[in-house]
């Protein structure tokens, strides 16, 4: 299952006790941060959480599933999301109770 964005504002709301309003702006600023760093090519990171960057793909040799086809897929990047430790172990406990 997926939380949605309003869905994920709404917690924030109820374990902040705030305005669902004022949790959606909060969301939105983040969100709208993190694409501006990222999109500057610096790398977000965010203690307890992890680490946001950008990642380039190398050129490669790739097939077309329907025809079997090669083809190639050009350099590019990705975002990558890294977990940090702390992360890493709070969703190890809470999937084992």
Not at 64 to 69: D, I, L, R, S, V
Request: net charge positive.
């Amino acid at each position: 299952m997926s939380v949605k964005k309003k869905e994920f504002a709404d917690r924030m709301a109820a374990k902040g006790r705030i305005k669902k309003k004022d949790a959606m702006k909060g969301l939105e600023l983040f969100i709208d941060t993190l694409m501006d760093c990222m999109s500057e090519g610096e790398k977000v990171m965010i203690m307890g959480f992890g680490r946001f960057e950008m990642k380039t793909t190398k050129e490669k040799i790739g097939r077309n599933p329907q025809t079997g086809q090669q083809c190639i897929i050009p350099e590019h990047e990705n975002m990558k999301f890294v977990a940090s430790e702390l992360l890493t172990d709070r969703i190890k406990e809470r999937r084992q109770e």
